[in-house]
């Protein structure tokens, strides 16, 4: 297992994309940091974490060749490799928020970004971010609603410790991309997705307010909502939101 433990970075992803450039590494290295100062999430958002207080760690996936098509199992297996280790540390109700955010009573925990490097248009590895809240007990107010695993459950947790348990189930979760279980891992998505075919009210990017239920989420990773019946529509990330959240 290569773990490779830096003080700090602006981006582990960064970091790991460019010693992946230059070196052979190998499959499922990992590049975590005690303190990561520019953190990225979706579509350009920041990641924010308290310096020695949580985990922010980038694992390298060496595909060699693998559909560009089927790139969504990559971020459904992850996201259910971070909710299985995270059943284990807190009772409260843990969700899958699409695409692969974890709530935990509806309060964000954990943030993943998948950058995928390609060739001959295909996949030929994934550098695989997450961002986990562990020991952080105060948060900035503007970042929306947030909590930490310490929060929730009471205790320190060892941060060592629990990541090498993500990582032992990031590879187990990936090795069902790899051996395309596609189905399996749709199944277990499904049944940890937050408002799975529940009626909710959702506004779209143009401010519109429609009562909707998720009813799929497409191999191209778009969120597929039944508006009415027989009538659905798709959307892409920052196409829509809970209109009970500031982000979807």
């Known amino acids: 297992m290569n773990i490779i433990k830096l003080n700090a ?6 970091y790991l994309k460019k010693l992946a450039d230059e070196n052979n590494l190998e499959n499922f290295t990992v590049a975590v940091a005690r303190n990561q100062t520019a ?10 974490s308290e310096n020695n207080k949580n985990l922010t760690f980038s694992m390298l996936i060496v595909f060699g060749e693998f559909k560009i098509s089927h790139q ?43 950058e995928n490097s390609l060739k001959g248009g295909k996949i030929n590895n994934s ?8 020991n952080q007990e105060i948060f900035p107010t503007n970042i929306g ?15 060592d410790e629990l990541l090498i348990e993500l990582i032992n189930s990031l590879k187990k979760y990936l090795n069902f991309v790899s051996e395309e279980k596609f189905e399996a891992l749709k199944e277990m998505y499904y049944s940890n997705l937050y408002m799975f075919n529940k009626s909710t009210e959702f506004v779209d990017n143009l401010g519109l307010k429609f009562i909707g239920k998720i009813i799929s989420v497409g191999e191209d990773g778009r969120l597929e909502v039944e508006i009415e019946p027989k009538k659905t529509r798709k959307f892409n990330l920052k196409e829509i939101k809970f209109a009970s959240r500031d982000i979807i």
Do not use: C, H
């Not at 550098?127 to 562990?134: A, R, S, Y």
């Open 39 to 48: 953190g990225r999430g979706q579509m350009g958002t920041n990641w924010v």
């Open 145 to 159: 609603k947030v909590s930490s695993l310490k929060l929730l459950s009471g205790t320190e947790i060892e941060t």
């Open 127 to 134: 550098i695989i971010g997450v961002g986990l809240n562990v």
């Open 9 to 14: 970075i602006d981006s582990t992803n960064l």
């Open 72 to 114: 969504f199992y990559i971020s459904i297996a992850v996201a259910i490799a971070v909710i299985e280790v995270l059943k284990n540390y807190v009772n409260n109700s843990l969700v899958i928020k699409w695409p692969n955010d974890i709530l935990a009573d509806e309060n964000k925990v954990s943030g993943i970004l998948i």
